[in-house]
Nanobody, 120 residues
Framework: VQLQASGGGLVQPGGSLTLSCTAS????????MGWYRQAPGKFRVLVAS???????NYADSVKGRFTISRDGATNTVYLQGNSLKPEDTAVYYC???????????????WGKGTQVTVSS
């Protein structure tokens, strides 16, 4: 299973950006998908997640500004960020949790990070 992320780049403060991440490979079903981010010198932290049923969870720092969504047909998760701030600057990593054949446990797969820089 591989996750390919795209959409990072340089954005001015107050601007918008959409990240996407597509999972491919031997996939029967995906449980939760989401995004973490890691700023320089800081730990990787959860930004947002979305379950297979569409339930969402957001970090307090992005609530009201970021929206996570997914397309089950293409195994793609999106993260739209609005009103971006310099403190949103980080490497963003997507992930997908896949259950084993019996559904008894989940394995987390990670995409390579994509850099988002918010600066004027």
């Amino acid at each position: 299973v591989q996750l390919q992320a795209s959409g990072g780049g340089l954005v001015q403060p107050g601007g918008s950006l959409t990240l996407s991440c597509t999972a491919s490979g031997n996939i029967a079903r995906i449980d939760t998908m989401g995004w973490y981010r890691q700023a320089p010198g800081k730990f990787r932290v959860l930004v947002a997640s979305i379950t297979g049923g569409g339930g969402t969870n957001y970090a307090d720092s992005v609530k009201g500004r970021f929206t996570i969504s997914r397309d089950g047909a293409t195994n793609t998760v999106y993260l739209q960020g609005n009103s971006l701030k310099p403190e949103d600057t980080a490497v963003y990593y997507c992930y997908a949790d896949l259950p084993n054949s019996s559904g008894s446990c989940l394995t987390r797969y990670w995409g390579k990070g994509t850099q988002v820089t918010v600066s004027s």
